[in-house]
Nanobody, 115 residues
Framework: QVQLAESGGGLVQPGGSLRLSCAAS????????MGWYRQDPGKERELVAVITSGGRTNYADSVKGRFTISRDNAKNTVYLQMNSLKPEDTAVYCC?????????WGRGIQVTVSS
């Protein structure tokens, strides 16, 4: 089993920034893709950004140019730097990792963008 611990969420004003972190622990031997998803009540969960073990990234169109995903393989941690936040970015953000085809999810962390 792999456990994921997310941190860094909270309340921020429009135009502000937040940095999310997700640290993986447990039975780790070869994590492939790490990523962030988000879900707002009444909406489907959507991909925000993913990063492969080799550093290739992919972003949702809605966050391109504002969010940056990165990872520290030595620490088994993935980050999401969120800049120029908008009210529509408000959601629960969940960390996801893929290890040998098995997918693990964090509990999620609330991000609220409001004045």
């Amino acid at each position: 089993q792999v456990q994921l611990a997310e941190s860094g969420g909270g309340l921020v004003q429009p135009g502000g920034s937040l940095r999310l972190s997700c640290a993986a622990s447990g039975s780790i031997f070869s994590i492939n893709t790490m990523g962030w998803y988000r879900q707002d009540p009444g909406k489907e969960r959507e991909l925000v950004a993913v990063i492969t073990s080799g550093g290739r990234t992919n972003y949702a169109d809605s966050v391109k140019g504002r969010f940056t995903i990165s990872r520290d393989n030595a620490k088994n941690t993935v980050y999401l730097q969120m800049n120029s936040l908008k009210p529509e970015d408000t959601a629960v953000y969940c960390c996801n990792v893929d290890q040998s085809g098995w997918r693990f999810w964090g509990r999620g962390i609330q991000v609220t963008v409001s004045s």
